[in-house]
């Protein structure tokens, strides 16, 4: 039970003559007697609130910047009208800053034996799962003096998943993939290549493509024609370490990374290729295995909601070892992580061989933007100094980048807008090359 604002300021309105011209209880009792009785039928009449029946319903999941609407339902099950205010509590992270007050809060009336639905709007600011907290309802008299008000769990989680903002590139890359798998052959016959068809030889052609099988069968010269091979196994590797945690920008490493990673998954699975995903720090953090090609998106997006950077060192060792574990056939290793001279000289290029004498890798980087600028400042003694500072830092990856190569590996580093489309440019290299 509570006393409205209304109810107070009557009261203190009434109480005002009794101290002037009628001192005593007796006093105050005959001023505020119709408005205590007033009070009583207030909250005599106003609906109870333990008694109401709350569900929910409506979005389970959305892409993070986007909105998810969870529809609560109020049922009414006592005799009296229910005029309430509501108050959907959801975490901070579930709105946009300063839009917590209007967007959780409603308004509604429920006549007896009836009811209805209210709808809260969330927009979340971070990826994971948002679960909703209690509903508090507030029931008022018809006259508004006083109120009764209590609290329902209700329970229901929005997973917000990562916005895949790279999606806008798989266009542009699929119709590369077209060119390399079968509208338009290739010549070039690696590892990673596989029989397409006959066609008639053009000077310029690879005389080691001739058919001289077929060539004998017809009257003019027969060339064979190759194509990238289907049915590669990728595994995707996330550093999920204290290195994925530094922001660049608004977002941590982590995030650009994601977002790499599903573009490469979207474009491999068309490519008829097998994707699977493995999150580690020191530990799993997350493994998708084994599923179908039209299913690997959804599950990779679903499986990479809930990670967050770890605080701790990455271990390299145990990240091979389980990459091995995971891939015992030869697969394409793309592994997403720092190129910060410390964790890849100590932790993981004693391991490296490990992979790259049974697999190809290739490692996707994210590269600060900032450093860039800051290596074209000029001006004054600070800039100057923040310019050579930025050199020493870009000469440390290149360093970094060109040890990774010398071990067989692909290097790709990129800023976060780049680095999706840059590693699909490269898958696709590698596909081209035949060394899937």
Same mark, same amino acid.
């Given at each position: 039970?509570? %006393?409205?604002?209304?109810?107070?300021?009557?009261?203190?309105?009434?109480?005002?003559?009794?101290?002037?011209?009628?001192?005593?209880?007796?006093?105050?009792?005959?001023?505020?007697?119709?408005?205590?009785?007033?009070?009583?039928?207030?909250?005599?009449?106003?609906?109870?609130?333990?008694? *109401?029946?709350?569900?929910?319903?409506?979005?389970?999941?959305?892409?993070?910047?986007?909105?998810?609407?969870?529809?609560?339902?109020?049922?009414?099950?006592?005799?009296?009208? %229910?005029?309430?205010?509501?108050?959907?509590?959801?975490?901070?992270?579930?709105?946009?800053?300063?839009?917590?007050?209007?967007?959780?809060?409603?308004?509604?009336?429920?006549?007896?034996? #009836?009811?209805?639905?209210?709808?809260?709007?969330?927009?979340?600011?971070?990826?994971?799962?948002?679960?909703?907290?209690?509903?508090?309802?507030?029931?008022?008299?018809?006259?508004?003096?006083?109120?009764?008000?209590? !609290?329902?769990?209700?329970?229901?989680?929005?997973?917000?998943?990562?916005?895949?903002?790279?999606?806008?590139? %798989?266009?542009?890359?699929?119709?590369?993939?077209?060119?390399? +798998?079968?509208? &338009?052959?290739?010549?070039?016959?690696?590892?990673?290549?596989?029989?397409?068809?006959?066609?008639?030889?053009?000077?310029?052609?690879?005389?080691?493509?001739?058919?001289?099988?077929?060539?004998?069968?017809?009257?003019?010269?027969?060339?064979?024609?190759?194509?990238?091979?289907?049915?590669?196994?990728?595994?995707?590797?996330?550093?999920?370490?204290?290195?994925?945690?530094?922001?660049?920008?608004? !977002?941590?490493? *982590?995030?650009?990374?994601? +977002?790499?990673?599903?573009?490469?998954?979207?474009?491999?699975?068309?490519?008829?290729?097998?994707?699977?995903?493995?999150?580690?720090?020191?530990?799993?953090?997350?493994?998708?295995?084994?599923?179908? !090609?039209?299913?690997?998106?959804?599950?990779?997006?679903?499986?990479?909601?809930?990670?967050?950077?770890?605080?701790? #060192?990455?271990?390299?060792?145990?990240?091979?070892?389980?990459?091995?574990?995971?891939?015992?056939?030869?697969?394409?290793?793309?592994?997403?992580?720092?190129?910060?001279?410390?964790?890849?000289?100590?932790?993981?290029?004693?391991?490296?061989?490990?992979?790259?004498?049974?697999? &190809?890798?290739?490692?996707?980087?994210? !590269?600060?933007?900032?450093?860039?600028?800051?290596?074209?400042?000029?001006?004054?003694? +600070?800039?100057?100094?923040?310019?050579?500072?930025?050199?020493?830092?870009?000469? #440390?990856?290149?360093?970094?980048?060109?040890? %990774?190569?010398?071990?067989?590996?692909?290097?790709?580093?990129?800023?976060?807008?780049?680095?999706?489309?840059?590693?699909?440019?490269?898958?696709?290299? *590698?596909?081209?090359?035949?060394?899937?």
């Amino acid at each position: 039970m509570a %006393l409205t604002g209304r109810a107070a300021l009557l009261a203190a309105l009434g109480s005002l003559p009794v101290g002037i011209l009628e001192p005593g209880w007796a006093g105050i009792l005959a001023v505020n007697a119709p408005l205590a009785v007033a009070c009583a039928c207030d909250f005599a009449l106003a609906a109870p609130v333990r008694r *109401l029946v709350l569900t929910r319903s409506g979005d389970t999941s959305a892409r993070l910047g986007e909105t998810a609407d969870v529809t609560l339902t109020v049922t009414n099950p006592s005799r009296r009208l %229910l005029r309430a205010q509501l108050r959907d509590a959801w975490p901070p992270s579930s709105w946009q800053p300063g839009t917590e007050i209007t967007a959780s809060r409603h308004r509604l009336t429920v006549p007896s034996g #009836e009811r209805r639905r209210v709808t809260t709007r969330l927009r979340p600011t971070r990826r994971g799962d948002r679960q909703a907290d209690r509903v508090t309802i507030r029931s008022y008299g018809p006259l508004g003096l006083f109120s009764r008000q209590g !609290a329902h769990r209700v329970p229901w989680t929005v997973r917000v998943l990562p916005p895949f903002t790279s999606r806008k590139h %798989l266009p542009s890359k699929l119709a590369r993939l077209r060119e390399l +798998d079968g509208r &338009t052959s290739v010549l070039t016959r690696g590892e990673g290549t596989e029989f397409d068809s006959l066609r008639e030889y053009v000077p310029g052609d690879d005389t080691r493509s001739i058919d001289w099988r077929a060539t004998a069968r017809q009257s003019a010269v027969a060339v064979r024609t190759w194509r990238p091979e289907r049915d590669r196994h990728i595994l995707l590797v996330l550093d999920t370490g204290r290195t994925s945690a530094g922001r660049v920008g608004d !977002a941590p490493r *982590l995030d650009a990374s994601m +977002d790499a990673a599903l573009l490469v998954s979207a474009l491999a699975s068309r490519a008829g290729d097998r994707v699977d995903l493995l999150a580690y720090d020191r530990r799993v953090r997350a493994l998708v295995q084994g599923r179908a !090609a039209r299913d690997v998106l959804p599950a990779l997006v679903d499986a990479m909601a809930t990670l967050e950077p770890e605080l701790v #060192e990455m271990d390299a060792r145990g990240l091979v070892a389980t990459a091995l574990r995971t891939a015992p056939r030869r697969s394409l290793i793309v592994l997403l992580t720092t190129l910060d001279a410390a964790p890849v000289e100590e932790g993981l290029l004693p391991v490296l061989s490990q992979l790259t004498q049974r697999h &190809t890798v290739l490692l996707a980087s994210v !590269a600060d933007p900032h450093i860039a600028r800051m290596a074209t400042a000029r001006g004054d003694a +600070d800039a100057v100094y923040e310019a050579a500072a930025a050199a020493q830092a870009q000469a #440390e990856r290149h360093r970094t980048a060109e040890q %990774l190569r010398r071990h067989g590996v692909t290097v790709v580093d990129a800023t976060p807008d780049d680095l999706a489309p840059a590693l699909a440019d490269a898958y696709l290299a *590698l596909k081209a090359a035949g060394r899937l």
